[in-house]
């Protein structure tokens, strides 16, 4: 008998708040038809005056933990993958902790910009197997948008405000391999972080700061580190892609994924896309995609789903787990 964590529920929100291509064309020189043609973006959502990170993050949480049939009293555990704290300090995942009312346990953030959905579910996965809690809510929440340059063509057309949210809990199991939450491959490299960065923070400039990024060489080592993570989760157990039943990437680019597909013989058909509705909401994507795939009917209970995220750092992973 071993300890592996298994999802119960899987949850989401978006703002109200709707940008279009159309939108942005007449804030910068953009056209809907070269959004579309590069991306595959149509939309964005964007958070209201006033509402915070811990605010997404509390209403995708809710969403997951009802999906689970579980209430916050459940939960000893939050990790919150997020690159758009309320504030710089306390941990947002605190401020979730108190919106949730759960008075005991422990919650706090991870900070790996795109991939931080999967550093947050390894890690909470790593806390559950080794015993040290029974009932984590994993969640990936952004208000992206407040980062960005609106006068940057090359980048605030990319981004959106939103949060995904996951149920983990720990069982004793004695049953296959390839149940649960099954492996995870997190890597970094901090000598490309010029690539992809916000220009402040605290200890550096004092401000906040704006995205910077050269989109095209990001793309390449998008493709190149993703690919290889696919590798090495199906490296690790065995699997091959024909044992995947969907594909749950991080939505930054169309292209991207059809790029990781093509090179990974990944069938069209078994990818998830949802960054058409929401674009690239950091380490709310992939959450937001399963959680999609989810309630829509397509992935269902039993169905081995492969997720795949790079970002920031660079920052990227894969992890592969049953539902
Ligand atoms: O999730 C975190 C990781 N981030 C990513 O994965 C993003 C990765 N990168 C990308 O998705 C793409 O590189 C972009 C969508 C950002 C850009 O697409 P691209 O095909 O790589 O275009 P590019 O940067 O090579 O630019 C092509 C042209 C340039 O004009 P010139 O120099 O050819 O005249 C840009 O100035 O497109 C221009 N351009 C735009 N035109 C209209 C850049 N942004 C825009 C825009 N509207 N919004």
Known sequence: MARRSFIRGTGSYLPTKVLTNDDLSKMVDTSHEWIVERTGIHQRHIAAEGEMTSDIATAAARDALAAAGLTPADLDLIVLGTTTPDQTFPATATAVQAKLGMTGGAAF???????????????????????????????????????LDWSDRGTCVLFGDGGG??????????????????????????????????????????????????????????????????????????????????????????????????????????????????????????PLALNHAVRTGRAKKGDLILSEAMGGGFSWGASLFRL
């Not at 890690?123 to 040290?132: E, F, H």
């Open 109 to 147: 953030d991870v900070q790996a910009v795109c991939s931080g959905f999967l550093f947050a579910l390894s890690t909470a996965d790593s806390m559950l197997k080794q015993g040290l809690f029974n009932t984590a809510v994993v969640i990936g929440a952004e208000t992206f948008t407040r980062l």
């Open 165 to 286: 949210a996951v149920v983990l809990q720990a069982e004793e199991w004695d049953g296959a391999e390839d149940e649960g939450v099954i492996t995870h491959h997190i890597r970094t490299d901090g000598t490309k972080s010029d690539l992809l960065y916000v220009d402040g923070g605290v200890s550096s400039t004092g401000t906040i700061g704006h995205v910077r990024m050269e989109g095209n060489r990001v793309f390449r080592h998008a493709v190149a580190n993703i690919s290889a993570a696919i590798q090495a989760v199906l490296d690790d157990t065995g699997l091959t892609i024909e044992d995947i039943d969907w594909f749950v990437p991080h939505q930054a680019n169309k292209r991207i994924l059809d790029a990781v597909a093509k090179k990974m013989n990944i069938h069209e058909d078994k990818v998830i896309i949802t960054v058409d509705q929401h674009a690239n909401t950091s380490a709310a994507s992939i």
